[in-house]
C-alpha cells in the first residue's frame, strides 16, 4: 500500500502479507485510502477540504456513495467518524493510472523509483490501524 502528499513530497508505505488472495484486494486498496484520508484528517489543524485520488474507481466510488459491502463498513465508519470529529469535507477522486505513478510505485514498494521521479519525497513506512486490520481476516 501506498500513498503520498505532493505538496510535501511525503510518502507512505506499508506491505501487505504476501500470500494474500487476489479476493482481498480491493479490501487493501479501499484501506490504503482510508489510512490517507485518516492521516490527513488528523493532521490538519482545523477544518479543511481533503482530496484523495485513486487509480481504482471502485475505491472512488466507495468513499463518494458510503456504500460499501459489509466487511468495509468499519473503513467508512472510521473515516466518516474522523470527518465529522474534524469537521472536515471529503472528495476521494478517480484518476487514470499513468497520473497515479509515485503512489504506485510506494505501494509497490518500489520506493528507488518513486524518488527518481521525484528527487525530494522521503518515504516513511506505516501501519494501518488494527481496527481496520480485521475486515482482512473474514
Same mark, same amino acid.
Request: glycine residues 4%.
Given at each position: 500500500? =501506498?500513498?503520498?502528499?505532493?505538496?510535501?513530497?511525503? =510518502?507512505?508505505?506499508?506491505?501487505?502479507?504476501?500470500?494474500?488472495? #487476489?479476493?482481498?484486494?480491493?479490501?487493501? &486498496? @479501499?484501506?490504503?485510502?482510508?489510512?490517507?484520508? $485518516?492521516? +490527513?484528517? *488528523?493532521? +490538519?489543524?482545523?477544518?479543511?477540504?481533503?482530496?484523495?485520488?485513486?487509480?481504482?474507481?471502485?475505491?472512488?466510488?466507495?468513499? #463518494?456513495?458510503?456504500? @460499501? !459491502?459489509?466487511? !468495509?463498513?468499519?473503513?467508512?465508519? @472510521?473515516?466518516?467518524?474522523?470527518?465529522?470529529? =474534524? &469537521?472536515?469535507?471529503?472528495?476521494?477522486?478517480?484518476?487514470?493510472? *499513468?497520473?497515479?505513478?509515485?503512489?504506485? $510505485?510506494?505501494?509497490? #514498494?518500489?520506493?528507488?523509483? +518513486?524518488?527518481? !521521479?521525484?528527487?525530494?519525497?522521503?518515504?516513511?513506512?506505516?501501519?494501518?490501524?488494527? *481496527? !481496520? $486490520? =480485521?475486515? +482482512? $481476516?473474514?
Amino acid at each position: 500500500m =501506498g500513498y503520498w502528499y505532493p505538496c510535501s513530497c511525503v =510518502g507512505f508505505t506499508s506491505d501487505i502479507p504476501a500470500d494474500t488472495p #487476489s479476493d482481498r484486494i480491493f479490501f487493501y &486498496e @479501499a484501506l490504503c485510502v482510508a489510512c490517507a484520508i $485518516l492521516d +490527513a484528517a *488528523e493532521s +490538519a489543524r482545523c477544518p479543511c477540504r481533503l482530496v484523495v485520488y485513486t487509480d481504482n474507481t471502485n475505491t472512488a466510488s466507495m468513499f #463518494s456513495s458510503l456504500k @460499501a !459491502l459489509p466487511a !468495509l463498513n468499519g473503513l467508512l465508519r @472510521a473515516v466518516a467518524d474522523a470527518l465529522i470529529r =474534524g &469537521e472536515h469535507q471529503l472528495r476521494v477522486l478517480h484518476i487514470p493510472d *499513468e497520473r497515479n505513478t509515485v503512489a504506485d $510505485l510506494l505501494s509497490c #514498494s518500489r520506493i528507488g523509483d +518513486a524518488v527518481k !521521479l521525484v528527487p525530494d519525497l522521503q518515504v516513511i513506512p506505516f501501519q494501518p490501524p488494527q *481496527e !481496520l $486490520l =480485521g475486515a +482482512a $481476516l473474514k
